[in-house]
């Protein structure tokens, strides 16, 4: 199955960036890297994907590396209500099932 | 747009009952997937339908099942219930089955 490796937590001041590393060695090269975020008790949110190339929206920014086997999601400018558990996913092959780990828990401090 | 709706938002059942979950998914999207959180495993997907059909299944046992109606609005049914079956149950809508758009959950806690 896809796999994803992702730092279990990390911190961050507000008003910094936050930088959120992820590694997906197994991907395949048609294979986008999702990034959702998920606020304790509600369902995840989709923030941004990517192939290839870097991608910007209005919530983050997406660096993927030529090789495609790591990414970083990019909070330019963190606030407290960015705080979260950050999940990269990627789906499973040709069966376009996501498979999810465990996140990276982002606590934006004051 | 309104966004994907799940009822009830919190159950409690007794082992060996069964439920039913409902999942109203954003107007437009064909494809819904349903996926258990606990705190200990994450997300692990349950099945996927489009179109009426189950298009993708995930490693849950038998007790777990799943239909979606022709407007494209699903259920998810277990039976049997287990006191590890206590979780989050996240229900996704999509057009793709890859950018997905969540719902609140429905939290069930079985005695």
């Known amino acids: 199955d896809a796999k994803t490796t992702q730092p279990t937590s990390m911190d961050c001041a507000e008003g910094r960036a936050a930088n959120l590393p992820c590694n997906h060695s197994?991907?395949?090269?048609?294979?986008?890297v999702y990034w959702y975020r998920q606020i304790h008790s509600q369902g995840p949110q989709y923030i941004i994907h990517g192939l290839k190339n870097n991608e910007t929206n209005e919530m983050a920014s997406l660096i993927i590396t030529e090789d495609r086997k790591s990414s970083t999601l990019i909070l330019p400018h963190a606030t407290l209500r960015d705080t979260a558990v950050y999940y990269c996913?990627?789906?499973?092959?040709?069966?376009?099932?996501?498979?999810w780990g465990l996140g990276t828990s982002l606590a934006v401090n004051p | 747009k309104a966004g994907v709706t799940q009822t009830p938002r919190y159950l409690i059942k007794t082992r060996g009952q069964q439920v039913t979950l409902s999942c109203s998914p954003i107007?437009?999207?064909?494809?819904v997937s349903w996926y258990q959180q606990t705190p200990g495993q994450g997300l692990q997907f349950l099945f996927e339908y489009f179109s009426e059909t189950q298009r993708n299944k995930g490693n849950f046992p038998g007790r777990f099942s799943g239909r979606q109606f022709s407007n494209s609005r699903s259920e998810m049914n277990v039976s049997t219930l287990e006191l590890g079956d206590s979780a989050l149950y996240l229900c996704a809508s999509s057009r793709d089955v890859e950018t997905q758009y969540f719902g609140p959950g429905t939290r069930l806690l079985v005695l």
């Open positions: 107007s437009g999207h064909r494809s």
């Open positions: 996913v990627h789906n499973a092959g040709n069966n376009r099932k996501l498979i």
């Open positions: 197994t991907i395949s090269g048609n294979e986008y």
